[in-house]
C-alpha cells in the first residue's frame, strides 16, 4: 500500500521542488560582507559622533593649547643663530592647507524627491556662550550616535533576511530508516530527501525574499529623512573641524608674530643674546610641530567625515535600488547584483573612514 | 531660514574666516600688533558664529528626522523576528519529521504486529508529536 503511494508523492513533490531546482545557487557572500561591514563600522561611526562633542572643546580651548604647547617646548635644544627672515621661514604653517570634508546637497534640489522632513527653519542663535554652543554639541553628539545605530541596525537586518545559508536546512535522515523497513528502496528515499531539501531551499528562499521586501517597502518612506539628517549632521561636523582648524590657525599666527617681533628686537651678538633668541626660536619650533599635529588630526577628522557621507549617500542609493527591484518581485539574485553594484562603494567608503578614524 | 541655508551661511562665515586666518598665518605680511588683534577678533568671531549656527542647525535635523529614526527601529525589530520566525518554521519542519518517522515505524510494527516494537514506537511518536507542538 505505502509503496503504492509513494510514486504519487513523489511526483507531487518533484513538481513543487521542480520550480525550487529552477532556482539557481545564490552566492550570498557579498550581501554578507556588505552587512558585516556596515555593522562593523559601528565603531567608526561612534568615534565620528562622539568627535562632534569634542570638536567643540577643543575648539574653545584653542588658545590654552598654542600657550601650553610654548611654555613647554619638546625640541631639543637649537644650535646656530637664524636671522629673522629664516626663522619666520621655518615656522610657517601656512603649507598645511585644511582637507576637504563632506559637502551637504540636499536631495530636494538635486532631484525631483519631495522636501524631506529635516529641512524644516532651523533657529539662528544669537550671542550664545562657548559654554552653551557645546551644550547643544554634546546633545548632537548623542543623537547622532543613536541615529547612526539604527542606520547600521537597518542594514545588519538586511543581511539577516538575506542570510538564508544561517537557517537550518530540513534534516530528512530520520525518515530513512523506516523508510526502508517498510520496504522501500535506497534510491527513491535518496530521491525523497533530494526533493524535500530542494522543497526546504524553496520556502527559505521565498520567505527570504517576501520577508526582504515588506521589510524595503516599512522602511522606504523613513530612509531620505533619516539618511538626509545624517548628512546634514556630516556637513555641519566638516564645518565644525574647519572652524577648529581656523581657531587653532588664528591662535597660532597671533603667537608666532609676537614671538617673531620679540626675535627681532633681540639684537647683538654675545652668548646672551644669542641663547635669548634661541630660547624663542625653540618656542616657536616647538608649537609649530604641536599646531601641526592638531591640524593634521583635523584634517584626517575631516576625511573621516568626507567618507561617513559619502557611505552615507551610497547605504541611500543602495537601498533605492533594492527598493525599486522588490517592487519588481526580485529574487535574491536580483538583490545580489545590487549589493555588489550600487552597494560596493560603500564598503570602499567605511575602509577609508576606519582608516582615517585610527590615524 | 532653512536648515539647508543655514548650513550655506555657517560654511560662507567658515569661509570667510579661513581668509582672515590665511592673512594672520602669511608672516611675511606685515601687519601692526593693533590689526594682528583685530583680525584675531574677526576670525574668532566668525567662526563662532559659524559653528553655532551650524550645531544648532544639526539639532533641528536630528530632532525633525526623529519619527524616521523610530520608524526605521519599528520596521527593523520586525525584519529581525521574521528572520528568526524563519528559522524557527524550518525547525519545526525537522520535528515533524520526526512525527513522520516515528509514525511510519510505528505502522510498520501494528501491520508486523508485533506488540512490543508498536509501543516502544508509539511512546517514540507521542515524543516527536509533542516537541513538534511545542
Known amino acids: 500500500m505505502v509503496n503504492r503511494r509513494l510514486p504519487r508523492f513523489l511526483l507531487i513533490a518533484i513538481g513543487v521542488a521542480a520550480a525550487g531546482a529552477c532556482t539557481a545557487p545564490v552566492d550570498l557572500s557579498a550581501v554578507q560582507k556588505y552587512a558585516s561591514t556596515t555593522a562593523a563600522a559601528g565603531a567608526s561611526f561612534s568615534a565620528l559622533a562622539a568627535d562632534f562633542q569634542a570638536s567643540c572643546a577643543r575648539y574653545n580651548d584653542a588658545h590654552d593649547y598654542v600657550v601650553n604647547a610654548a611654555s613647554s617646548p619638546t625640541l631639543p635644544i637649537l644650535v646656530g643663530d637664524p636671522s629673522t627672515a629664516q626663522l619666520t621661514d621655518a615656522v610657517s604653517i601656512a603649507a598645511l592647507v585644511l582637507q576637504p570634508g563632506y559637502q551637504f546637497v540636499p536631495v530636494a534640489s538635486s532631484s525631483s524627491v519631495p522636501t524631506p522632513s529635516p529641512n524644516v527653519p532651523a533657529p539662528i542663535p544669537t550671542a550664545m556662550s562657548n559654554a552653551a554652543t557645546c551644550e547643544n554639541a554634546a546633545d548632537v553628539s548623542k543623537a547622532w550616535g543613536q541615529a547612526n545605530s539604527t542606520v547600521l541596525a537597518y542594514v545588519q537586518s538586511l543581511g539577516n533576511l538575506a542570510n538564508v545559508d544561517a537557517v537550518p536546512t530540513i534534516n530528512p535522515s530520520p525518515l530513512a530508516s523506516p523508510l526502508a523497513k517498510i520496504g522501500v528502496s535506497s534510491s527513491a528515499i535518496q530521491a525523497s530527501s533530494a526533493i524535500l531539501g530542494s522543497i526546504a531551499k524553496f520556502y527559505t528562499l521565498q520567505t527570504s525574499e517576501r520577508d526582504i521586501s515588506r521589510f524595503l517597502a516599512e522602511v522606504n518612506p523613513s530612509m531620505p529623512g533619516a539618511t538626509e539628517a545624517l548628512r546634514y549632521v556630516d556637513a555641519v561636523y566638516s564645518i565644525e573641524l574647519a572652524d577648529e582648524f581656523i581657531e587653532i590657525e588664528t591662535q597660532y599666527g597671533g603667537f608666532a608674530r609676537t614671538e617673531l617681533r620679540n626675535y627681532d628686537t633681540i639684537k647683538g651678538s654675545s652668548q646672551g643674546s644669542i641663547n635669548r633668541r634661541l630660547a624663542i626660536a625653540q618656542r616657536l619650533l616647538s608649537t609649530k610641530a604641536a599646531v601641526l599635529s592638531a591640524l593634521t588630526f583635523i584634517n584626517n577628522q575631516r576625511q573621516a567625515s568626507a567618507a561617513y557621507g559619502s557611505a552615507i549617500d551610497q547605504i541611500l542609493k543602495t537601498h533605492e535600488q533594492l527598493y525599486e527591484a522588490s517592487q519588481r518581485r526580485a529574487t535574491l539574485s536580483d538583490y545580489l547584483n545590487v549589493i555588489q553594484t550600487t552597494g560596493a562603494p560603500v564598503l570602499t567608503d567605511l575602509d577609508t573612514l576606519a582608516k582615517a578614524v585610527k590615524k | ?134
Open chain 2, 1 to 134: 531660514m532653512t536648515d539647508a541655508q543655514a548650513l550655506v551661511l555657517s560654511q560662507e562665515l567658515s569661509d570667510l574666516a579661513t581668509i582672515v586666518a590665511q592673512m594672520l598665518n602669511d608672516l611675511t605680511l606685515n601687519l601692526t600688533q593693533t590689526q594682528v588683534q583685530q583680525l584675531q577678533s574677526l576670525s574668532n568671531q566668525l567662526t563662532n558664529l559659524s559653528r553655532q549656527i551650524a550645531i544648532a542647525g544639526a539639532l533641528a535635523a536630528l530632532n525633525a528626522a526623529q519619527s524616521d529614526f523610530d520608524a526605521m527601529t519599528r520596521a527593523t525589530t520586525a525584519a529581525n523576528a521574521a528572520a528568526t520566525q524563519l528559522k524557527a518554521q524550518i525547525a519545526k519542519v525537522n520535528a515533524v519529521i520526526s512525527v513522520l518517522s516515528a509514525a511510519i515505524t510505528f505502522g510498520a510494527a501494528l501491520a508486523a504486529g508485533v506488540l512490543g516494537p508498536a509501543v516502544t514506537a508509539a511512546g517514540t511518536l507521542a515524543n516527536a508529536a509533542a516537541a513538534a507542538l511545542q
